[in-house]
Structure formats: C-alpha cells, structure tokens
C-alpha cells in the first residue's frame, strides 16, 4: 500500500499561482487513480480534480476548472495540482489521496495524505 505525503503550499497573493505535490511511496503508484480535495476551516472536505491511472483523463471541480491542472508523472510516483488564478476562496488544507477509479465522492479514496495548507490573501 502507498503512503503520501503533500507538499507546495504556501501563501500566496491572490491571482498567484502555485504548484501542489504529492509523492508516493511504493511501486504501486501507477495502480492508483489520483485525486485532490481541499477543506476549508469550519467546511466539509470537497473534490477539486481526479485524473485516471495513465494520466489520459482528468476531471475538474466546476469551482476549479480553467485555473487547476491535475498531472501526474508514474516514473516519479507523484501527482501534481497546477493552481492558477488562485483567489482567497480556495483557501484550504488541500490532501492527495489514492483511489481505484477517478471519483468525485471522498469515499471512494482509501489512502490519503496529512495535508499541506494553501493560503491566498485579497
């Protein structure tokens, strides 16, 4: 089983940008489809993009879409959030986690990193 751990976040003006990381352990990464929830304080945690096994499909939040990019790169056991535009909503802890399908739902994600806090000021 996989263990990941976040890393990228910061604070940032609003309108910066700035790129989320999340590393796996193991060989098995390539096994896992991939997603990013973010939870703000005092929120529930909420999807904001999923993208399959081999990289070929990706789905957005409609609250993201246009500014975020979700990749991943197998050779290096890690997935990527591209976060363009950023405005002070999208303020959050935001966490990795691993699934066996691309979901929206958190429940089906199994495996989940401790979170990297993202911070955007007006």
């Known amino acids: 089983q996989v263990q990941l751990v976040e890393s990228g976040g910061g604070l940032v003006q609003a309108g910066g940008s700035l790129r989320l990381s999340c590393a796996a352990s193991?060989?098995?990464?390539?096994?896992?489809?991939m997603g990013w929830f973010r939870q703000a304080l005092g929120k529930e945690r909420e999807f904001v993009a999923t993208i399959s096994r081999s990289g070929a499909t990706a789905y957005y939040s409609d609250s993201v879409k246009g500014r975020f990019t979700i990749s991943r790169d197998n050779a290096k056991n890690t997935v990527y959030l591209q976060m363009n535009s950023l405005k002070p909503e999208d303020t959050a802890v935001f966490y990795c986690?691993?699934?066996?399908?691309?979901?929206?739902?958190?429940?089906?994600?199994?495996?989940w990193g401790q979170g990297t806090q993202v911070t955007v000021s007006s």
């Open positions: 986690a691993a699934s066996v399908e691309p979901a929206h739902h958190l429940t089906s994600y199994y495996i």
């Open positions: 193991g060989r098995t990464f390539s096994n896992y489809a």
